[in-house]
């Protein structure tokens, strides 16, 4: 399974951004799916997750209630809406493919990613 994100770009501290991420094909079995960003010279972190049916999410607590994840399981895709932007949140964002069915935080847990895609909120 391939995924391409998209939607990065630099917006104003405040503005908002959405993200997608596109799956090359659906996997053989149902999979949660998760969005994750890394900073300059920092970890990857988690930032959100959505389990298969779309019926449960979890954020990181620096972005609950900003961020919204949504699924089209029809359409293959993963998207994060992104609100209230701060410059914290400047990262390359990644999507990924969980191993299973539920929502999940260890990205050890994820079987495919995304080559990731830029957002820099300027102050």
């Known amino acids: ?12 501290a405040g503005g908002s951004l959405r993200l997608s991420c ?22 990857r972190e988690f930032v959100a997750t959505i389990n298969w ?5 979890y954020y990181a607590d620096s972005v609950r209630g900003r961020f919204t994840i949504s699924r089209d399981n029809a359409k ?3 998207d994060l809406q992104m609100n209230s932007l701060k410059p914290e949140d400047t990262g ?12 999940s935080t260890d990205n050890k847990r994820y079987r495919y990613w995304g080559q990731g895609t830029l957002v820099t909120v300027s102050s």
Request: positive net charge; proline residues 4%.
């Open 76 to 78: 293959n895709t993963v």
């Open 1 to 12: 399974v391939q995924l391409q994100a998209s939607g990065g770009g630099l917006v104003q």
């Open 92 to 103: 390359v964002y990644y999507c990924a493919v969980a191993l299973g069915p539920t929502t």
């Open 22 to 43: 596109a799956a090359s094909r659906r996997t053989n079995s149902n999979n949660g799916m998760g969005w994750f960003r890394q900073a300059p010279g920092k970890e």
């Open 53 to 57: 049916r779309g019926s449960d999410t």
